[in-house]
């Protein structure tokens, strides 16, 4: 690099400075730094952090030696902004440690220095240098990261690069970047050329630094080797006291201390005045504090060198927690909290349970990860899996969630090498796609179970409360858990109900049940749940039905047997049926119903003998799900053991039963398909669609409906097939146009009346249809104007289209989720449907194909009378717009509304386009909350 100044901003397309905020991140070992822009404050410190470079690396970096050269690049850095250039600290504990940089090349050819690295676009010649003691902590490959997407947010679309042919450790960064890199060798120097846009390949390459990251940064709060409670003095019954007390009887295998001034000792565990005061900085400060301490002993503990803090009590307002997690930055904590239960590890050299639950995770080998937002919650959870034998590998109480996240928590569970089962309550996403992500990596091995809270509005409201965040609508929520393969429960017991089942039972290969009963009212009641839940009960063969029921070969048959009812057959019991049943390749699972009743056959079988017998089925077919329902028992769900480690689910109620079998069985469908992947397009033009709307919104700052002629020049962008169309300003216009475009409509045409800020053209009755003429259109045109009362400024003249199927489909921008793309019926099926389905872009081919069929419009689409409409242009259509969502953040909405949709194709009617202003945002950025 020949030079390059130091700026706070980067351009966006319309020329505007758009400011680099700063960030924190993890390194490699799971300390924190902060990467942001150089300031001329920095000079000093990027000086220092050249002076501590060995000369070697001095020499690598500057292709020369001399401590002149890294006061040049300092001054240089830390001087006055330059256009199209950027350089990013990292720095630790307030010093730099790292710096990246770029130049941006003034040739314009788009790919640098001819290696083939950029394409069209703009190009910037990039530079790094890490200080000496930080070599091999991810330092450079974290500030790259962060480089790349300040330099794509200002159009660059390739860095060039250069390295002498010996700075091996530098292009091992380039290399294992996962970015498309080109390189040549020229005169002992290795020229690089590494283009910008993020591939499948870049965002596995990240995920796998911050899993690395995210692992070493929580090792201290998860297997903390050493452990103070802050605030463990006072009466007894005080939570430090009480979490003090469960370190003990859980036997904490590291060194405890105790911080209650006044006091020699609390709970047999030495105790000091303060944090200060300890002798050796532990690695986890548990604070059970009053709110108002809470900022200024997390500064203490930073100051002292503890390694992560879990903050229990109560909530901190808005200054106290800005102030605690500050002081986490500051000093590069983990922090879990505020207003946490706590956390525990039941690992045998660990056995830590600083948790504020009366029942503690029993030490051993559980294998259940549990991560919840609400302390009640929790020990809920905690209590049912203690009740149903399954046992806890780890578990946190997020609380407020200021910084460890489900995502953490998930990351955790991938790597331990102990949990295999994920249960999740979370009432708020700070990252949703990341989280999609993960938990998408995640659900390949585990199941990953959650409670879907916040259902309903007055339940949003009242997660929002209570974690001060924004809870996601339901739609939003559904579209996050089914992409990234989550069952969703509807509660703590339906969770509990299904994890018993995927704790003890192979996951049902499909959804075809066989029900037995000893009592025909029970069937009846678990064949309906059965449907209710999804599942179906196959008709079983003559022959199957008549051998379960006792009857002779040449008897008949009277009913197709499923469910089979042996309350009053001379045949076997239902416990032997099941094990027939369990054998027979027609079904994916067994129900089976024992009711206690007097014996009616004189069999003497009772509801003990027959859980004997139902263990040993499930024992003989371990590929076959076996459950059971036993309505007199008193518990929702239990699970039934026999000596030889056999198990299997026991519910009190079939619908129960039923649930859980669908939640299995919709597990097993997801894991048998291909993760999909986001295909690439032909004819999508994204430069100029960035140009239109940086332009639209450089005429108005505060965003708006886009007009007629830019919709269709951005639908035109991303090749949306759309009605032609024609602009009026005034009656002839309209009729020369009409007269152009009737023959692609039969004859006829459409006028659409338009003015600035119009929304529902419907709604206003702004709109003239099939009209055949001159004279007819001009009828229009006058008409309009009157009942518009001159609001009309223009319209469009678009053909009539021709019949087909009517569906809509759309995009919106959440605040948190980034953008939903949405599908469903069109014209007045729409409002009695109500039916719209939805998923978060980008769209892979899996989740096109999943929006297409699950709206109940399906049958129509698929030609339940006549030819099916053309599924692949919907295809398009709607991964084309999950593409304009991705590439355009100022895309508030675009709804398409009708598509019409045949055999031949699909096509655009009518649209609406709505831009706000917006910036840039990478949810799979490594950084921290």
């Known amino acids: 690099m020949t030079g390059t100044t130091g700026t706070t901003g980067t351009a966006d397309t319309t020329g505007a400075a758009r400011p680099v905020r700063p960030a924190h991140a993890l390194l490699a070992d799971g300390r924190t730094v902060e990467i942001r822009p150089a300031r001329p404050e920095d000079r000093t410190g990027v ?32 001087g006055p902004p330059r256009p199209g250039s950027l350089a990013l600290l990292a720095l630790h504990e307030g010093r730099p440690v790292g710096i990246a940089e770029y130049e941006g090349e003034e040739d314009g050819s788009g790919n640098g220095d001819g290696d083939g690295g950029g394409g069209a676009g703009r190009t910037a010649e990039v530079a790094l240098a890490v200080t000496d003691e930080f070599h091999h902590r991810g330092v450079g490959t974290l500030l790259l990261e962060h480089l790349v997407h300040a330099a794509r ?52 390459a990240v995920d796998e630094r911050a899993r690395t990251a995210d692992a070493a940064s929580l090792r201290p709060l998860l297997r903390p080797r050493s452990l ?55 690695e986890l400060a548990v604070l059970a504090l009053p709110a108002h301490e809470v900022p200024e002993t997390a500064e203490q503990c930073g100051r002292t060198g503890v390694r992560a803090l879990a903050v229990l009590g109560p909530r901190l307002d808005a200054g106290q927690g800005a102030a605690l997690l500050a002081a986490c930055r500051r000093h590069g904590m983990r922090l879990l909290g505020p207003h946490s239960l706590g956390a525990a590890n ?3 050299d660990i056995r830590l349970a600083a948790v504020l639950t009366a029942a503690l995770p029993a030490a051993g080998a559980g294998r259940a990860g549990v991560a919840v937002q609400s302390g009640g919650v929790g020990a809920a959870l905690l209590g049912g899996l203690a009740r149903l034998g399954i046992g806890v590998s780890t578990f946190a109480a997020l609380g407020d969630k200021y910084d460890v996240s489900g995502n953490d928590m998930l990351r955790w569970w991938e790597g331990d090498g102990r949990t295999d089962l994920a249960l999740l309550h979370l009432e708020s996403f700070g990252n949703p796609r990341a989280f999609s992500r993960v938990a998408r990596r995640v659900a390949r091995r585990m199941p990953v179970l959650t409670v879907d809270a916040g259902r309903s509005e007055a339940g949003r409201r009242a997660a929002a409360a209570h974690t001060a965040a924004a809870s996601a609508p339901a739609m939003t929520r559904r579209a996050l858990f089914t992409q990234a393969g989550v069952i969703a429960t509807r509660g703590i017991g339906e969770l509990l109900d299904t994890a018993a089942l995927l704790h003890s039972q192979p996951l049902p290969t499909g959804t075809r049940v066989a029900v037995v009963s000893n009592a025909t009212g029970a069937g009846v009641l678990a064949a309906d749940a059965c449907a209710e839940a999804g599942l179906t009960l196959p008709r079983l063969p003559d022959s199957l039905t008549a051998e379960l029921l006792g009857i002779p070969p040449d008897g008949a048959v009277a009913s197709p047997g499923n469910p089979v009812d042996t309350g009053t057959a001379g045949g076997p019991g239902p416990a032997e049926c099941a094990g027939r049943l369990a054998g027979y390749g027609g079904v994916d699972a067994v129900l089976a119903v024992l009711v206690p009743t007097a014996p009616a056959d004189g069999s003497g079988e009772d509801c ?76 999508v033009d994204t430069e100029a669609a960035r140009a239109l709307v940086g332009a639209f919104l450089a005429d108005h700052p505060g965003g708006g409906l886009l007009g007629p002629r830019d919709r269709a020049r951005l639908l035109d962008h991303y090749g949306i097939p759309r009605l032609p169309q024609a602009w009026a300003g005034d009656e002839d216009a309209a009729a020369r146009a009409a007269d152009r475009l009737a023959a692609q409509g039969g004859g006829r045409v459409a006028l659409k009346a338009h003015w600035p800020g119009l929304r529902d053209r419907s709604e206003e ?82 989740d096109v194909h999943d929006l297409i069929t699950a709206p109940r419009c399906a049958p129509l689409l698929l030609g339940r009378r006549g030819a099916p409409v053309d599924l692949e242009a919907l295809e398009q259509i709607l991964l084309r717009l999950s593409r304009m969502a991705c590439d355009l953040p100022e895309l508030a909405e675009a709804h398409l509304g009708p598509v019409i949709a045949r055999p031949d194709g699909a096509t655009a009617v009518d649209t609406r386009v709505r831009l706000l202003p917006g910036r840039a945002h990478d949810p799979h950025l490594r950084r921290l909350r």
């Open 346 to 348: 039941t690992e045998d």
């Open 153 to 204: 947010a200002a159009g660059v679309t390739a860095f060039t690069a250069g390295a002498l042919a010996d700075n091996h450790a530098m292009q091992k960064v380039f290399a294992d970047l996962g970015l498309h890199t080109t390189r040549r060798y020229d005169s002992g120097e290795v020229r690089w050329a590494i283009r910008l846009d993020p591939d499948e390949h870049y965002l596995t």
């Open 765 to 846: 009755d702004a709109t003239a249809l099939d009209l055949q003429g001159e004279d007819r259109v001009r009828a229009a045109w006058r008409e309009l104007s009157v009942r518009l009362d001159g609001a009309m400024t223009g319209a469009l003249v678009q053909p009539m289209a021709r019949r087909g199927t009517e569906v809509v489909a759309g995009v919106v921008q959440d605040e948190v989720f980034g953008p939903l793309v949405l599908f469903g019926p069109g014209g007045t099926a729409a409002d009695l449907l109500a039916d719209h389905a939805a998923r978060l872009a980008p769209l892979t081919d899996r």
């Open 228 to 282: 103070v409670v802050v605030g463990a003095g006072g009466p007894e019954g005080t939570a430090g006291r009480a979490v003090l007390r469960n370190l003990r009887r859980a036997g904490f295998t590291g060194r405890l201390l105790a911080v209650a001034p006044g006091a020699r000792s609390v709970e047999g565990v030495p105790a000091h005045p303060s944090v200060t005061a300890l002798p050796k900085a532990p």
């Open 47 to 78: 000086e220092g952090l050249y002076e501590r470079m060995s000369p070697e690396n001095l020499r690598l970096r500057f292709f020369g030696s001399g401590s002149e050269l890294g006061r040049q690049a300092a001054r240089r850095v830390c």
């Open 608 to 683: 003990e003998a027959a859980v004997r017998e139902l263990l040993r089925t499930a024992r003989a077919h371990p590929w076959r799900t076996v459950v059971a329902v036993l309505p007199g028992q008193a518990e929702r769900v239990r699970l039934l053991r026999s000596g030889d480690g056999t198990a299997l689910p026991a519910y009190a109620e079939p619908q129960d039963a039923a649930r859980a079998l669908a939640h299995a069985a919709e597990r097993a469908h997801w894991l048998g398909r291909p993760p999909g992947a986001v295909p690439e397009l032909s004819g």
